[in-house]
């Protein structure tokens, strides 16, 4: 707990150097390339595209929930994007920035952070887009949207938890960025994005809801098109936040333990 306590206050502590290495971050990506950041938000957005011509145009896919299927979908594909890009880039970002890591007086465990908060530009422009899907639908705006924020926030607790186990391990044994790509690939079709957790067997639903991207996923769906408020999901909740914990007292334990060697094998 000491270890948790000690990222918390770390983070807290350098909120502007967070921020001012996660716009540069995220800059740099694409600095190379013509159309730079650009290709940031293209293949999110053109996927998006994709899934809309194939279900909507294409199998002219039933409405799902009172509301047209893209709609539906795009509600679950949004925060998974941003979820799969923040921990993906997280988990190297000790390789990413292996010249701040052997600084002895650089506090590291802020790196994880600033490549969660570099993909948040991304996900900022596709929350704008996912509205306006719902918008050409005649979903409009209200209060409730405001929620989505909270959602948001979770996911970045969430991958900021999984990324310190990660992305520690990952200067002792570099397989770990390959497996996080296969459990991402598994992730999405574990987590009811493209179907309904309504299709869900009873006996077997305890099962997918300690996933926590259900919870948020959901919790996308329930803002956008249920009009459910996150505190009327109340065991959901606590099981997310308490798995999302666990998470984070195993990733600062592991960070504690094997940080003082980070220098050598880097």
Known sequence: MQGLLKLFTDVVGSRSLIWQLAKNDFRSRYSGSFFGIFWGFAQPIFTVLLFWFVF??????????KVPFICWMTAGLVPWFYFQDAWGNAS????????????????????????????????????????????????HPNVIFLQLLYYTFCIVVLALAISFITSTIAPFFRDITQIVNIVLQFGMWLTPIMWS??????????????NPMYYVVQGYRDTLINGTWFWQRPVDAFIFWGITLTLFIIGASLYKKLKPHFADVL
């Open 56 to 65: 909507q145009v294409g199998f002219r896919s039933a409405p799902v929930e």
């Open 92 to 139: 190297n970002c000790f390789f990413d920035y292996s010249f701040l890591v052997k600084k002895v007086v650089f506090k590291t465990s802020i790196l994880p952070l600033v490549k969660i908060i570099s993909s948040l530009f991304v996900h900022s422009i596709l929350l704008l887009l996912l509205l306006l899907i719902y918008y050409i639908y005649g979903i």
């Open 197 to 210: 957790y309504k299709m869900i067997p009873k006996n077997m639903e305890g099962i997918f809801r300690i």
